[in-house]
């Protein structure tokens, strides 16, 4: 009985035995919300939408943002558009109160390219004209008991539009690579000193294509491309000097990256407020044209 209690001990003796503890701590950064080079722009916009008033309201459905810059069914992943969709229906969301838009969560099965059997469909692929009047009696009575709860006026007609993108380029080599560096030495008296100095930036681009289609004929009737260049940003500096037989040495090198999330965050900002632009003809150019003041 003893030999049993002690077994694991001299087990351990022999072949070595260890303890390993893992602590577990609290992340100390706090989220913030996400901001890109455009969020002034989307403020500006997010306001004057606010103040437009019109007798059309929208129903919008975000159907696909592939990346193209990988082959359809690909079994290997593209650092793009993984949540495109997502990305764009929150930028839609944010954008346009729910009495002017409705952005649709998934699409209706009678718009999908993939229906199958008795959907609602026609001989040449498009909604039956019951089935549009239907869909469009149902979300234009949803957004005129909104716009009653609110005290507008109530809207005349409603437009199903069905919104596609695709990324269509992200640059695997640098597009351009721009630097400077100067180089310092001094000898004398057996001492020696160097001082390097050293700045450089390299930049990519991805683009991103956008459709604005009218469902019930199958029509694309807006279409834009948006291209954007990220980079990253280096600078150095070295400082080498010997005294004698002692060497002295500093070195500090700082880069800066522009994450290819936030690319691609502001792309899909710049689609939604194209978007909306074109929908309220016109309201927002100011905010744009502040932009680029």
Not at 64 to 80: A, F, K, Q, Y
Request: glycine fraction near 8%; charge should be positive.
């Amino acid at each position: 009985m003893r030999c049993q209690v002690f077994a694991p001990l001299f087990f351990c003796f022999l072949i070595g035995c260890s303890s390993n503890q893992i602590a577990f701590q609290n992340v100390s950064s706090v989220p913030v919300k996400t901001t890109t080079s455009l969020s002034n722009v989307f403020a500006c916009t997010q306001e004057k939408i606010a103040n437009h008033n019109q007798n059309i309201a929208y129903i919008i459905i975000v159907r696909d943002m592939v990346d193209g810059t990988v082959r359809e069914r690909s079994t290997t992943d593209g650092p793009l558009a993984d949540a495109g969709v997502h990305q764009l229906k929150g930028a839609l969301v944010s954008l346009l109160n729910s009495e002017k838009a409705i952005v649709v969560d998934t699409q209706p099965s009678m718009f999908s390219k993939y229906s199958r059997g008795s959907s609602g469909l026609n001989k040449f692929g498009l909604p039956e004209s019951q089935a549009q009047v239907a869909y469009k009696e149902s979300m234009l009575n949803f957004v005129n008991a909104i716009r009653t709860g609110k005290g507008i006026r109530t809207a005349q007609s409603i437009v199903v539009l069905t919104v596609s993108g695709a990324f269509t380029r992200i640059d695997s080599s640098n597009l351009s690579n721009d630097g400077y560096g100067l180089t310092l030495g001094a000898k004398g008296s057996g001492d020696r000193g160097d001082v390097e100095l050293g700045k450089s930036k390299s930049k990519k681009v991805i683009s991103l294509s956008i459709n604005l289609i009218r469902p019930m004929l199958n029509t694309i009737i807006k279409s834009q491309s948006f291209d954007l260049e990220f980079s990253n940003r280096s600078k150095k500096f070295n400082l080498k000097g010997t005294v004698g037989e002692v060497d002295l040495g500093l070195a500090l090198s700082t880069t800066n990256i522009e994450s290819m999330h936030s690319a691609q965050q502001t792309l899909i900002d710049a689609s939604a407020i194209w978007l909306v632009e074109n929908l309220f003809l016109g309201s927002t150019s100011s905010c744009l044209a502040a932009q680029k003041a």
